[in-house]
């Protein structure tokens, strides 16, 4: 049996904001799909059998991670879904935090508002 993570393993997201869903499917009909451990708090599950969705927003900042653990017959594997959520900036932090990574001394960042 084979966990496949329909797409990628890390994904980043702004607080607040919704993940991309994360779906584990089971390369078995017969195989049942798990969360092992807590999900993040905001995300929530989906799907039975072999196939299960993750779906939500995450609204504190830090790096989190999503595993899964399926079984079929006594076969048994797990997958881990990395997730990094970053502040929501409003466009102020944005424009000084650009300016701080140009050269300030050549390029005059400016609010205007």
């Not at 496949?4 to 390369?27: D, E, M, R, W, Y």
């Given at each position: 049996?084979?966990?496949?993570?329909?797409?990628?393993?890390?994904?980043?997201?702004?607080?607040?904001?919704?993940?991309?869903?994360?779906?584990?499917?089971?390369?078995?009909?017969n195989a049942t799909l798990v969360v092992d451990g807590a999900l993040p708090a905001g995300l929530t599950q989906t799907g039975s059998g072999n196939q299960l969705i993750i779906s939500g927003s995450i609204n504190a900042v830090g790096t989190y991670t999503v595993k899964v653990k399926g079984t079929a017959l006594s076969a048994m594997q797990e997958k881990t879904k990395h997730l990094q959520v970053y502040p929501a900036l409003s466009v102020e932090q944005y424009l000084t935090q650009v300016g701080a990574q140009l050269n300030t001394a050549q390029y005059n960042v400016e609010l205007i508002t």
């Open positions: 049996m084979l966990i496949k993570i329909l797409n990628n393993l890390t994904q980043s997201v702004i607080s607040g904001k919704p993940i991309t869903n994360i779906t584990f499917k089971a390369s078995q009909d």
